[in-house]
């Protein structure tokens, strides 16, 4: 079998996606694409606003205290869940809610350190969380997150 290759330089440089209805042979042109959105100076790919988050200069302030928080970046964790309600992180120390507000504010749920994977059910308003031997959901008579821990 033999197999060609196409450069699509002048889809990602200048003109982007074709814009005849019907995509000719051999254009360089795209005629569909996916994560991209259209600029003046052509295709730009998809970055996540959440990369900065990430980084190991961004600092977390735990919401009781105050005090700086250190979130382990070991694989798998940190896991971020978005969800209905905003961005849960679980991380090996614990699961997190964080907030909007400048500097970046954490809400812990005081599961501990965990061994094994979040799992994240989004429920509506009020997502649970599952961690090996923790699980964390919202109790609706309490209106507040509830931690089972089994032992």
């Known amino acids: 079998m033999k197999t060609y290759r196409t450069s699509f330089h002048a ?4 003109i982007g996606i074709d814009p005849e209805s019907v995509a000719g042979r051999n254009s360089g042109l795209l005629s569909d694409c996916m994560n991209v959105r259209l600029t003046k100076n052509g295709l730009e790919g998809y970055r996540p606003l959440i990369k900065s988050l ?24 940190p896991q ?6 905003g961005l ?17 504010t954490l809400y812990s749920f005081s599961t501990g350190a965990v061994t094994w994977p979040w799992s994240c059910a989004a ?20 209106n507040a997150y509830k931690v ?3 032992a």
């Not at 889809?11 to 200048?14: A, E, P």
């Not at 679980?90 to 970046?104: F, H, I, M, Q, V």
């Not at 429920?123 to 309490?142: E, L, N, R, T």
């Open 11 to 14: 889809g990602f440089s200048s």
């Open 54 to 77: 990430l980084d190991s200069d961004c600092g977390f302030v735990d919401s009781v205290t105050g005090a700086a928080v250190t979130i382990t970046r070991r694989w798998p964790f």
């Open 80 to 85: 971020l869940f978005l969800t209905d309600v």
């Open 88 to 104: 849960f992180i679980g991380a090996l120390e614990g699961l997190y809610w964080l907030s909007d507000d400048d500097p970046l």
């Open 123 to 142: 429920i509506g308003k009020y997502p649970a969380f599952s961690c090996g031997d923790v699980f964390v959901y919202m109790d609706h008579v309490a």
């Open 148 to 150: 089972v821990t089994y």
